[in-house]
Every structure is written in structure tokens, then in C-alpha cells.
């Protein structure tokens, strides 16, 4: 939630920084304005009015006493409370209404951000070279079903289009990733969260899913109550409501958090015809690295992640670059984006396989949660982060494209070895 006074101090900005990101919000910011209005001119005039109650009611036994005609005062009394209920009401819907559209107001770009879309996006860095072939490659889908890795037509059979199932192989090379991942984030200090994945709305709504996204996600209703849970649909959005509504010490910031889970999204739409296989899926696996951070230290904070997402890819010996996304490429929710972007030779391109977003202050306000000072006892907002280290999903094709050899077979990378009892190659059966 972007502040309200930076919105009232100067909106124009506000307005073009959202025109940058593509979004025009111009209207609502104009409207977010009149009902700030609104609010706290109702609030005025309701606690007047509550001050003269109070004051008129402690005058009434002293002029009972001095046998003074109270009727009129109770008849003020009377139009004071119907008044005091009829503000009440109102502030009641427009504080709804202006909940919900601060809510819908998407973060503002850095200042540092090319304006519009993808076409604006700066690769920063390259590493390593792409990979070439002295032979026909084998698209991802052929090698993992000659291979016995990945059983793509059982795995429709029990969950519908959009699903697949590991065999063999397959599922320990999946769990292999993930272990390195998560010996990495071990060894650079971080904390191991598993997070339940079923989440409350609230979750969605301090990560900034909702409520504008909230028809990619998988709902759950409550058969017991009115509640309604949703899937996870990524673990960002468990781990920026882990202190939801609480206030922490300075010194326990930086809190470093990564967590695995599988993340369930709805993918809706046609897929292009290069996408078939694992890239797209409503289910894939991912580790989250996430951060709270005191305001002054989210910088650092952000190269930390993505250098620790380029190592992630640099072990297993890809060939990747990394782009900082213009404002419009940036999801509503951050401030900025860097992707780490890996070929997947089928896909003739480069495809994302780790984001890595500052979202500032924005999930914290959502989420009311902050820090004190320990010199002043000042009360802030904390800045919040994350970035996938990594999503198994397009790293597991881009590993068996990449790595194949003329004879179907996959050469394992090096760092995933120990995981699979000092297997080197995968050969088919």
C-alpha cells in the first residue's frame, strides 16, 4: 500500500509514476483523494458532535437541579445521536470504498526504471556462453519421457491438463535440485520456514494478490464455516504475513527466511506452441528466499538475493543473464525486479527462472508490519523482499536439453552428484 501522504503531498508524481508502469490510475487517485477528504471530515464532525453529547449530558442534572426545562436538550440529545449514527454509517462505506482502492493501487516504480513494458527491459550481465550442439537436440519433453523421468500423460490422467508426475530418475533429480538449493541458503545463514499451503485471505491481501488477483488462485471453501483458504501460490505469499500486525526490534532485523513448498497457480489462457512440457504448469516446486529489512539496508538486501540467485544458476553451469525489468515489467506489488534468465534451447530464447523484487514498504503497510528504533523508539515500517531460489520448473528443462548428448542420454550437473549417489549420467533403460 503506497503511502497516503506521499499521495496527498504530491499526486501528480503518483500519477505518472503508475503511467510509467503502464497502469493509468489517474481517476482513482483522484478518488482516493476525495474519500481521504471525506473520511476525515466525517471523523471531524462525529467527534464534535460526540464532544457536544458529552457535554450537554453532564449539564443535564445540574439544570434538573435548578429546575430548568431539560426538554429541549434531551431533543437536541436525540438529533445528536441520530447525527452521530448517520456519520457512522457513512464513514463506515466510504472508508470501505477508500480501503479498497488503496488496496487496488498498484507500488511505484524506482525512480531508476525505464518507463513501459518488456520491449524496455536491460539485460545488466551475461555469464558464461550459450550452448551449441554438434547434433540434432532432443526437446525436453522426448528426453524425459525416453529417459523414464517424467510421465506427462499419467500425470493429465490424475490432475487434468497442466500436470505431470516424476518417475525414477526424474523424481530424484527434482528432489536433488531442491536439495542443493536449500544447502546453499543453509550455508549463507538462512532460516528453513514450511509454511502451510493453505493460506487465509489476509496473506494474499498483504502480498498484494489481492485484491486484484485473486482469480489466479486456487480457492478452497470451507465446508464448516464461511472462511475461504486458497493455494498457495507461492511461498512470498506466506512469508510476508509471518509477522503481520506485529511490531519488531531493530536488532532482530535482518530476518532471512527461504522455504520450500510446491506452489499451485492457475495458468489460464493458450500456451504458445515452444511452452508444451514443464515451462508452464499449476503446479511446480519452488524454494522462496525472502527478507525483512530495516528502510536503509533494502538495498543491500537486494543485491544479496540476486547475487545468491546467480550463484544458484552459476553452480549448475548455465549459461544466463541478468535483466532489470522496465516499470511495467514489474509486478504490482514491487518497486523493481532483476530475472535471471536461462536458455532453454527448445524455446530458442531466454526464459526466467529466479525474480528477485523490493517491494519497499509497500507489503508492510498492507500488512501493518514494523519495526522500532532502538535509539529514538520510533516506529517504522520494515521493507520486505524476495526472490525465487529456484523454481524447479524451467531449470529441470533447461538441464536436460542443455546437458544431453548425442545419444538421448543427460549428463548430471556436478553439484547435484552426491544427491544421487555419484550418478554422472542418466541413460535410458
Given at each position: 500500500m503506497i503511502d497516503i501522504k506521499r499521495i496527498k503531498d504530491d499526486p501528480n508524481y503518483v500519477k505518472a509514476a503508475l503511467r510509467a508502469k503502464e497502469v493509468d490510475c489517474d481517476e482513482q487517485v483522484d478518488r482516493i483523494l476525495e474519500l481521504d477528504a471525506q473520511r476525515r471530515s466525517l471523523i471531524a464532525e462525529t467527534e464534535a458532535m460526540k464532544a457536544e453529547q458529552n457535554k450537554v449530558s453532564k449539564d443535564i442534572p445540574r439544570l434538573k437541579k435548578a429546575g430548568e426545562d431539560v426538554a429541549p436538550i434531551f431533543k437536541r440529545m436525540g438529533e445528536l445521536k441520530t447525527n452521530i449514527s448517520e456519520n457512522d454509517a457513512k464513514l463506515r462505506d466510504v472508508e470501505a470504498e477508500y480501503r479498497t482502492a488503496m488496496l487496488s493501487l498498484p507500488n511505484l516504480p524506482d525512480p531508476d526504471l525505464k518507463p513501459g513494458g518488456k520491449e524496455n527491459n536491460e539485460p545488466l550481465r551475461y555469464y558464461g556462453e550459450p550452448h551449441k550442439f554438434d547434433f540434432e537436440p532432443k526437446h525436453h519433453v522426448d528426453l524425459c519421457t525416453d529417459l523414464g523421468l517424467i510421465?506427462?500423460?499419467?500425470?493429465?490422467?490424475?490432475?487434468?491438463?497442466?500436470?505431470?508426475?516424476?518417475?525414477?530418475?526424474?523424481?530424484?533429480?527434482?528432489?536433488?535440485?531442491?536439495?542443493?538449493f536449500i544447502d546453499c541458503h543453509l550455508a549463507d545463514g538462512y532460516e528453513m520456514i514450511i509454511p502451510p499451503l493453505m493460506l487465509e485471505y489476509q496473506c494474499g491481501e498483504t502480498a498484494g494478490q489481492f485484491p486484484k488477483f485473486a482469480d489466479e488462485v486456487y480457492k478452497i471453501a470451507n465446508p464448516t464455516d464461511d472462511r475461504i483458504h486458497y493455494m498457495l501460490p507461492t511461498a512470498e505469499a506466506a512469508l510476508a504475513s509471518v509477522y503481520r500486525n506485529e511490531i519488531l526490534s531493530e536488532k532482530d532485523l535482518p530476518k532471512k527466511f527461504f522455504s520450500y513448498t510446491p506452489c499451485f497457480r492457475r495458468e489460464a489462457g493458450s500456451h504458445?506452441?515452444?511452452?508444451?512440457?514443464?515451462?508452464?504448469?499449476?503446479?511446480?516446486?519452488?524454494?522462496?528466499?525472502?527478507?525483512?529489512?530495516?528502510?536503509?539496508?533494502?538495498?543491500?538486501?537486494?543485491d544479496e538475493l540476486v547475487a545468491k540467485a546467480e550463484n544458484l544458476v552459476k553452480g549448475l553451469g548455465f549459461h544466463f543473464r541478468t535483466?532489470?525489468?522496465?516499470?511495467?515489467?514489474?509486478?504490482?506489488?514491487?518497486?523493481?525486479?532483476?530475472?535471471?534468465?536461462?536458455?532453454?534451447?527448445?524455446?530458442?530464447?531466454?526464459?526466467?527462472?529466479?525474480?528477485?523484487?523490493?517491494?519497499?514498504?509497500?507489503?508492510?503497510?498492507?500488512?501493518?508490519?514494523?519495526?522500532?528504533?532502538?535509539?529514538?523508539?520510533?516506529?517504522?515500517?520494515?521493507?520486505?523482499?524476495?526472490g525465487s531460489g529456484l523454481a524447479t520448473s524451467r531449470i529441470f528443462p533447461a538441464m536436460v536439453e542443455q546437458n544431453q548428448r548425442a545419444d538421448g542420454s543427460?549428463?548430471?550437473?556436478?553439484?547435484?552428484?552426491?544427491?544421487?549417489?555419484?550418478?554422472?549420467?542418466?541413460?535410458k533403460k
Open positions: 510421465d506427462y500423460d499419467r500425470g493429465t490422467k490424475l490432475a487434468g491438463t497442466g500436470f505431470w508426475m516424476y518417475t525414477g530418475m526424474g523424481a530424484r533429480l527434482e528432489w536433488a535440485l531442491l536439495n542443493y504458445r506452441a515452444d511452452e508444451r512440457g514443464m515451462v508452464r504448469g499449476h503446479q511446480f516446486n519452488k524454494v522462496e528466499m525472502f527478507q525483512y529489512t530495516r528502510p536503509e539496508d533494502s538495498d543491500a538486501a537486494f535483466v532489470k525489468l522496465a516499470a511495467g515489467d514489474c509486478s504490482a506489488s514491487m518497486c523493481r525486479t532483476y530475472d535471471i534468465e536461462i536458455q532453454i534451447p527448445s524455446m530458442n530464447g531466454y526464459k526466467e527462472v529466479s525474480s528477485v523484487s523490493n517491494a519497499r514498504d509497500y507489503q508492510a503497510r498492507r500488512g501493518n508490519i514494523r519495526f522500532r528504533r532502538e535509539e529514538t523508539g520510533k516506529i517504522e515500517f520494515v521493507h520486505t523482499l524476495n543427460v549428463v548430471v550437473p556436478e553439484v547435484l552428484r552426491k544427491y544421487l549417489g555419484g550418478l554422472e549420467v542418466i541413460e
